[in-house]
């Protein structure tokens, strides 16, 4: 089936530093890339939507300043944390929407722990 | 008002168990309705999905939509230890963004 691999699965950084999560689709392109962020014993919530080749959709609240996203390619989506403070500390997770599968198309990475000190 | 509510939980259940997840959301245009496991550390991945009100049973699970009340249940029969995870209930429409439930932790003891 089809795999995302989001890494690192695992970061502690200093604060006011920046982190970098990348992930990746194998085997297949993905035209769009969904970022969420989830809480310890809350749900996910979404963050954006990157589209491959344009600007990503950020959903309200979230600062497209602070949470850079690129989709440069139909295989990769990154996602820096600029300037990164401890209430950033999360579990970010990615999606990607596999086209042409409808719902069943939607495959998560793995997470990433962001812990910032 | 939540869009998605889940019963929070932490559920926990002997071995052999029938278990009850449930959901309630507020929006009648939605038309997808998931159920996603979580297991620790981990991204969730996809247990089932229905379509429109009913039933549909795969093993030892069962997943059931009552549109008229907007209702979702998530059905564990002869539930094991390996079931012990977060489930997620999902939900989306024609935007294709899915809107998550809480997550319910659920712990099978042996």
């Known amino acids: 089936g089809a795999v995302v691999s989001q890494h690192p699965s695992r970061v502690i950084c200093k604060s006011g530093t920046s982190v970098k999560i990348e992930c990746r689709s194998l085997?297949?392109?993905?035209?769009?890339m969904f970022w969420y962020r989830q809480f310890p014993k809350q749900s996910l919530m979404l963050m954006a939507t990157s589209n491959e080749g344009s600007k990503a959709t950020y959903e309200q609240g979230v600062e497209k300043d602070k949470f850079l996203i690129n989709h440069a390619s139909l295989t990769l989506s990154t996602l820096t944390v600029t300037s990164a403070h401890p209430e950033d500390s999360s579990f970010y997770i990615c999606?990607?929407?596999?086209?042409?599968?409808?719902?069943?198309?939607?495959?998560f990475g793995s997470g990433t722990r962001l812990t910032v000190v | 008002q939540k869009e998605v509510e889940q019963d929070p939980g932490p559920l926990s259940v002997p071995e052999g168990a029938i278990v009850s997840l449930n959901c309630t959301y507020s929006n009648s245009a939605f038309q997808y309705f998931m159920w996603y496991r979580q297991y620790s550390r981990k991204g969730p991945e996809l247990l089932m999905y229905?379509?429109?009100?009913g039933n549909k049973e795969d093993g030892r699970f069962t997943a059931q939509v009552d549109k008229s009340s907007k209702y979702i249940s998530l059905f564990i029969r002869d539930s094991q230890p390996s079931d012990s995870a977060t489930y997620l209930c999902a939900i989306t429409g024609s935007a294709r963004q899915l809107t998550f439930g809480s997550g319910t932790q659920l712990t099978v003891l042996p």
């Open positions: 085997d297949f392109q993905a035209t769009t």
């Open positions: 999606s990607a929407d596999i086209s042409g599968q409808g719902i069943l198309g939607y495959t």
């Open positions: 229905t379509y429109s009100s």
